[in-house]
């Protein structure tokens, strides 16, 4: 379990009025005795496209921090009401060109090292995909390429990081 703490919002954003604590089940909640609002906290997740051919693997270097320059997986938060293979599905078509043909979980790793939503789970799919390489958004990301799984770039993501060495070692066997 990480050590970290949700946002500590001080007004209800149902109704603007301060918000309290309260007890409930054991931990304290922001509690709004105007609208009885409760925040219950929560992490994000998102979605991850593991493509391998031929021993190389799909990639896509970094426009934006955090991580800018180095190179990780497809990748993306999950919309709200999205569900995690859907958002698979988008991030790798908009990010390679790609369509996912099929996807299966591998692992759900909770991710230590993004200051943008610490804590979230990242959904990592291994999948396989046809058509045509077509990077997508120029403004996310400034390349997108196949590396041997021996002569990997930079990466960036401690967790990424860590499903490659669990890749190699599953890829070896």
């Known amino acids: 379990m990480l050590n970290i703490s949700p946002p500590d919002y001080k007004f209800c954003p149902l109704c603007g009025q301060e918000l309290a604590i309260r ?9 709004c005795h105007s609208c009885r609002w409760t ?4 992490v994000f997740t998102s979605a991850c496209g593991i493509a391998i051919k031929n021993h190389r693997v799909l990639m896509v270097r970094r426009l934006r921090e955090p991580y800018r320059g180095t190179w990780m997986f497809p990748a993306g938060f ?10 698979l599905i988008r991030e790798i078509k908009e990010e390679t060109g ?12 909770q991710v230590d090292d993004d200051p943008r939503a610490l804590g979230h789970f990242a959904f990592m799919y291994k999948i396989k995909v046809s058509g045509r390489l077509d990077p997508g958004d120029p403004q996310e990301n400034s390349a997108v390429a196949w ?11 401690h967790s990424q990081r860590l499903m490659f060495e669990k ?3 599953g890829y070896k066997n």
């Open 147 to 157: 590396f041997d799984l021996d002569k990997l770039p930079p990466i960036g993501w």
């Open 78 to 87: 999950v919309s709200y009401g999205e569900h995690p293979r859907d958002t």
């Open 23 to 31: 007890q409930e089940e054991g931990y304290d909640r922001k509690f």
């Open 167 to 169: 890749l190699r070692q």
């Open 98 to 109: 790609y369509q996912v043909v099929s996807s299966r979980l591998l692992d759900v790793i």
């Open 39 to 42: 925040y219950y906290p929560h």
